[in-house]
């Protein structure tokens, strides 16, 4: 057989990859050695912590990781800025730029972000939008990686409703060797011809799944259709015999606020596999590990 050429070429997607790990290795530091560690990375520097929507993990843990860090964390509401009197992205993004070093954003419009990105002379930081939840992975990833030891072959069940916690997993994890599979019924799946395995079968998703991971039902704006939502996703709730359809080990993952009885059981929820809580906490340290790579 003929010896393959040399490779003298990475593909972008093993770059980004590598910076993920990188920055999971780091945030592992950061855990271990907190608060210390990393303590002056962002020393002299405000960050813009901007929430239009009520939150509880995504502005705690950042406000407590930019202070952490050193910084001065500027937590902003919608209603407190000009943006909800008219005032453009762009000359919001602009004026942002002149008082701090960095922007991070929760937001309900996923092109506000894009376009505060564009306009903005520092990093902007997608806390959420409808279609991305990327921080929310990073912690996803490292709560995988030090419960397993490592990434790479490892298979997550996302079980119910497809949104942007599912999306992001996915995109997150095909970039470290992560297979993620999507069971949600018609009409709440991810869009096909993404990096995620979709199926409409819970029992199919889960088998020889490393961890299953489920989500609200009804998140902020789907109120009126609760019910119809509820119907819907019944038969894709995480429970004790669904649990028990994957490996022996898997653990159970869910980025919060849970509502037991709904898409998880609290015999699941508060059980020995669940990984929940150590999930929630990682946003901290998987989000100053990014501030630090972006900033110090």
Known sequence: MKASAPRNYITGSEIAGGRIVNLLDRAEEMKLGRPAEGASALSGKSVALIFEKPSTRTRISFEVGVAELGGNPLVLRGDEMQLSRGESVEDTARVLSRYVSAIVIRSGSHENVVKL??????????????????????????????????????????????????????????????????????????????????????????????????????????????????????????????????????????????????????????????????????????QKALLEYLLA
């Open 117 to 286: 990105g564009e306009y903005s002379g520092v990093p902007v930081v997608n806390a959420l939008t409808p279609e991305f939840h990327p921080c929310q992975a990073l912690a996803d990833l490292l709560t995988l990686k030090q419960r397993f030891g490592g990434l790479g072959g490892l298979k997550v069940a996302y079980v119910g409703d497809g949104n942007n916690v599912a999306r992001s997993l996915a995109v997150a994890g095909s970039l470290v060797g992560v297979e993620v599979v999507v069971a949600a019924p018609d009409g709440y799946q991810l869009e096909p011809g993404g990096p995620a395995i979709l199926t409409d079968d819970p029992l199919e998703a889960v088998h020889g799944a490393d961890a299953i991971y489920g989500d609200v039902w009804i998140s902020m704006g789907d109120e009126e259709a609760a019910d119809q939502r509820r119907n819907d996703l019944e038969g894709f709730r995480i429970d004790a015999d669904l649990l028990a359809a994957a490996k022996a080990e898997a653990i159970v993952l869910h980025c919060l606020p849970a509502h037991p009885g709904e898409e998880i059981t609290a015999e699941v929820l508060y059980g020995p596999q669940s990984a929940v809580w150590d999930q929630a906490e990682n946003r901290l340290h998987a």
